[in-house]
């Protein structure tokens, strides 16, 4: 930096010197008025001193660095802007690939699938919902959830016991409560509709099973007759003649054993027009469940129970299995209570509880 001190008649004249010495990049840095120095300076005009300042200027090598640096430094930044473009390019291209692949629903669609909906399924549900309502963001919450409620009460088939039904059969995998269940709804049978009800247990391999259902005909004093092999399903039906209702008990076969199956198979093809009920755990899998609807399809069950919906938080299984078979649901019991803990199926109710709208049984 060059720096050089000017002393001028006034200030226009100082910037006409600066510029001619030190050139238009010159700057003045101060300024300032002065005397001459003695009595002369006393009765001179006072004068202005001027400071100004230029930078040297850059040697020729000097120049070709800053010049070669500049030129780097733009390149820089053109990659980097072009990086930043592609960048934002990508992500805007991701996050509108989420959302076409997750779909406007997406949220909804995780709360089915939290409640143990098959995703097939609720995949479906809500591409419906989809196509008959445009898109998410022109529906509420509270709307969008009352259209999903219709829709899984239009899926979940329920219905009640036809009046003309006598004989009820109870099948399923073992432990479900198919024994809980018939005794709860011979209890029901007896004392609210003042029918006359017999028991048939062919539940020949569990020898504590049969001990079950006869001590609880002993309490009630319900007639029970128990059947060993298909031949004798005939005669046990004509010793209950009389009676106006006859639940039969079937012993827990592992669904995974098709002769077992096979078995009951023969045993249920002796009932006259039976009411068949397929009792399933609400706490079963959804992949066993599909499996054991599967196996049981040989005893021709008509119906479906579900049982132990106490034990359990989501639901998804229910609607899962009554939308995979054309069956309706008739019965859910919801304890181990003889004979409170059991409920006609309810679409209205079973759907709230599929949804989580409704959290306890
Ligand atoms: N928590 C609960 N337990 C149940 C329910 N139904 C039956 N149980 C219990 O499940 C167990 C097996 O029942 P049981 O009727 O013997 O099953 P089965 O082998 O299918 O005849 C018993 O301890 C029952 O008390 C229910 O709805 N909720
Ligand atoms: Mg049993």
Redesign the pocket.
Known sequence: MKIKKYCVENVQEGMLQIKKELGPEAVIIDSRKVREKGLRGFFAPVKVEITAAVDSPPSPWQATATRERDFQEQKLQGELSELKQLVNQLVNRQQKQNIEEKGPFYRWMQRLIENDVAPALAQQILTEIHEDFAVENALSDEVIELILLKKVRERLRVADLPDTARILA?V?????????????LAARFALYHNKQVGMITI?TY?IG?VE?LRTYADITGMPIEVVMTPKDMPRALERLADRELILV?T??RNSKNSMQVSELASFMAGLPTPEIFL?L??TTKTKDLYRIMANFAKVNFNKLIF?????TDTFGVLLNASSSTSLPMTY?????NVPD??EGANAERLAKLILGVEQHV
């Not at 049982?307 to 034990?311: C, F, G, I, P, S």
């Open positions: 109870f399923g995998p073992t432990g479900v409560g198919k024994t809980t269940t018939l005794a709860k539940d569990r099973a079950q008990d012993a827990g009792v755990s609400a049982t132990k919906l106490d034990e859910v019991t919801t304890g181990q803990d059991l």
